[in-house]
């Protein structure tokens, strides 16, 4: 399992143009021939610049369309093949309807663009050094196995091509691997024609051969000597572009990232370099992200594709990682793909409606911080009783404020609180006069259940980027068999044999992984301010660095539309680790989805789950309520939970941004005004780190070797010292 980042994809795709595939390592198909069109098209880039060609490539439909090559040409190709061609049909499943795309298709393979020479090599050599293990130490392989060996080294090395040839054209192999372990039963090989290594070019003349067996057995064929082939009746299905599979088709040995930092190419985890570049490259998002906002009903809401799904609470708790001590897979990448693609995560606190505690808790904030306001705003006296905004006593650092602030007349009114360290008050102690005692625990309650969320997913952020970065392998367990590369659909038919190299190789993985979870998990807990005391570091000051902040943000009556969609308060990234918002009953928050290229209203795409889950269930999907019956303390009520108590939106702030490499960005955000003249409640939790703790690399992100500059610049320092690096001068 690898995960990788958008901006690697990118990369990689344009270096699959840019390179000669003679000065490639590794299997990097050609994507330029016209019969093979490229890639489906990205979304990931900002400011519309497109590659021009997107409109040709829009025209084009590999089926429908004449594809150039033709039989035994030498260039790439593919089409559908006849139905009443040669060969067997795939068997159609009763159950799934089958797509239009669905069916067998024929390929011309270019033996130079997708590199059958090299990779043959390297598959022939596997299998040797896997076959040698078969057979006495010091024995010869019988010679009349090596054409056996070589016959199977051109069957997997043709279906990793032709793997590689579909994916580019949105295709997969609908064969599982286990099913194809029999050489050629993936297609029928019609033609394979040698390729002459001196000139590179299958020369005039050349003898076709109709299999692999006549190639070898009377062309000679050698391991490492390219060919062009042609396979018809290839079963394969419209595949679901995933990134890390691409990928790993495309760079399996990050060989790509090598040759682009060779030739000077910016990677993600350089661009960058330092805490001045972070602040620059903050600065710079926010200015691309546009001032114009749009109303409830046009704004972009998500699209119900993978990162958009909402995260059960429970999936991201560290008990439900796998029982080896790494991360769940599906969990991370959803973490993932949320937190890069779109800058937010959101989850359900009640796991689909199954436990409601949570929600209870939040509910009970929601309902404090109401009164609150309301109380405030009716009696001037208990404004008047509340400090204004000021650095708390005891902190220990200047960013680290507290009280009350009513700005734009009234329009936007803020209380910052923060728990008392290892107790159950709060700062400004003043407002408990206001909220009561009741009215504290709810803050507190509801603070503990959105920082668990925020630090679990940092943690599963932290520990995806240090599995990609390798943070760990080095450490890990040893590595006597790294030589023998790893080949996906290598069955030989002694399976427990080829089965050894692997555990090793997966293995030591799995040992990489696990470190770098615990690492990452290590990090949370020491370095994310939960307002708990932590004995070993006595430089925390009295009171949470990570303030809990209640706001109030009036909305504009509906006949000015020109004042309602405004930004109140504008674009900008936050100095945390993770800012957990939870869902308000009207929505306002929006982030700058970096893959969508709009700004998303994450609490109107929570709204839209709730009424999809109400319409599935046949209840009504214009409630605002739901009826929920549940212990409250001893006693079993029935309680009418406002929908939004379910969710919790989780936006990436800097800290995670150094601690991920950059891989994930700091969320782009801001909060526009709210029609018809209602009042939108807000209740952030930023989660900031503890004072007093340093910054540690071979803590928590293992090989120095693997850090880039910027965690390099931050090692050893005091996580204030960073926080305060990255605040904007000019306060
Ligand atoms: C990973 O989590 C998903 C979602 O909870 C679950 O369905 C799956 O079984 C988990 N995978 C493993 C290997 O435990
Ligand atoms: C980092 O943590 C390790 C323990 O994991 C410790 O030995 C080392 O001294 C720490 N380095 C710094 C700079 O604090």
């Known amino acids: 399992m690898k995960w990788f980042s958008i901006a690697y994809v990118a990369l990689a795709l344009d270096l699959s143009l840019a390179f000669a595939p003679s000065q490639q390592k590794a299997l990097t198909p050609i994507t330029s021939t016209k019969s093979l069109f490229a890639y489906p098209p990205r979304k990931n880039r900002r400011g519309g610049n497109e590659p021009s060609n997107e409109d040709e490539n829009d025209d084009y439909d590999p089926i429908l369309d004449e594809p150039e090559g033709r039989r035994g040409d030498g260039r790439n190709w593919i089409e559908k093949s006849s139905p009443v061609g040669i060969g067997k049909l795939v068997e159609e499943s009763k159950e799934t309807k089958e797509k239009e795309t669905d069916g067998n298709y024929d390929l011309g393979v270019n033996g130079e663009s997708f590199q059958t020479g090299e990779l043959s090599e390297r598959m022939y050599d596997a299998l040797m050094s896997v076959a040698a293990k078969r057979f006495p130490a010091g024995a010869e392989i019988p010679s009349e196995l090596e054409d056996v060996y070589k016959i199977y080294a051109m069957d997997i090395t043709a279906k990793e091509a032709v793997k590689a040839a579909l994916d580019q054209n949105g295709l997969e192999l609908a064969i599982n691997d286990e099913e194809s372990q029999d050489e050629g039963l993936w297609g029928d090989i019609d033609a394979v024609y040698l390729i002459d290594p001196e000139t590179g070019k299958v020369e005039e003349g050349t003898e076709e051969y109709d299999s692999f067996d006549t190639a070898v057995e009377e062309g000679d064929w050698e391991p490492g000597q390219p060919f062009n082939f042609v396979v018809r009746n290839v079963p394969a299905r419209l595949k679901e572009m995933d990134i890390s599979d691409l990928l790993s088709q495309l760079d399996p040995e990050g060989s790509l990232r090598n040759q682009a930092k060779e030739k000077g190419m910016t990677l993600p985890d350089e661009d960058v370099a330092s805490l001045k570049d972070l602040e620059i490259e903050v600065n710079r998002r926010v200015k691309l992200a546009p001032y114009e906002a749009e109303d409830e009903n046009s704004v972009y ?48 606190v009640t796991d689909g409606g199954t436990r409601f505690g949570d929600a209870l808790k939040l509910s009970k904030m929601w309902k404090t911080s109401a009164d609150f306001f309301d109380a405030v705003n009716e009696d001037e006296g208990q404004e008047a009783s509340l400090p204004g905004m000021q650095v708390a006593e005891g902190v220990g650092s200047t960013y680290a404020k507290v009280g009350y602030a009513n700005m734009g007349e009234g329009s936007m009114k803020f209380l910052e609180t923060r728990v008392v360290r290892g107790t159950s008050n709060i700062v400004p102690s003043e407002a408990e006069s206001i909220i009561g005692e009741d009215g504290v625990k709810s803050f507190v309650d509801s603070f503990d259940v959105m920082c668990a969320i925020g630090k679990d997913i940092v943690r599963v952020a932290v520990a995806a980027a240090n599995m990609e970065y390798d943070a760990f392998m080095r450490l890990s367990s040893s590595e006597e068999n790294s030589d023998l590369p790893m080949i996906s659909g290598l069955t030989f038919d002694d399976n427990e044999i080829a089965g050894i190299a692997d555990v090793d190789e997966e293995g030591n993985y799995v040992d990489a992984a696990r470190m770098s979870s615990e690492a990452a998990l290590l990090l949370t807990e020491e370095l994310i301010d939960d307002g708990k005391k932590m004995n070993v570091n006595a430089d925390e000051g009295g009171v949470n660095m990570s303030p809990h902040r209640i706001c109030r943000y009036q909305g504009k009556s509906s006949s000015d539309k020109n004042e309602q969609l405004k930004e109140t308060f504008g674009a900008h990234t936050d100095t945390s680790f993770m800012t957990l918002v939870p869902v308000a009953a009207i929505s306002g928050l929006e982030i700058f989805d970096e893959a969508a290229n709009v700004w998303l209203r994450p609490e109107l795409m929570a709204r839209k789950t709730w009424e999809a889950d109400r319409a599935k269930q046949g209840l009504d999907t214009s409630a605002q309520t739901e009826k929920v019956i549940m212990f409250d303390g001893d006693e079993e009520k029935e309680i009418e939970l406002p929908w939004h108590c379910r969710y919790v939106v989780a936006m990436p702030g800097e800290l995670l941004q150094i601690a991920t490499r950059n891989e994930v960005a700091a969320a782009v955000h801001r909060v526009v005004s709210v029609a018809d ?40 320092m005091k996580l204030e010292d960073i926080h305060n690096a990255l605040q904007p001068k000019r306060k």
């Open 677 to 716: 003249g209602d009042a939108r409640i807000s209740a952030p939790v930023l989660l900031r780190a503890r004072s007093g703790m340093r910054m540690n690399i071979s803590k928590y992100f293992g090989d120095i070797e693997t850090a880039g500059s910027l965690l390099k610049e931050c090692d050893g």
């Open 301 to 348: 809401k998500g699209d119900g594709s993978k990162g958009y799904n909402i995260m059960k609470r429970s999936d991201l708790l560290v008990e439900s990682g796998n029982v080896d001590g790494t991360e769940n897979e599906s969990t991370l990448m959803h973490v993932m793909d949320a937190l890069v693609s779109h800058s937010c995560l959101v989850v359900d």
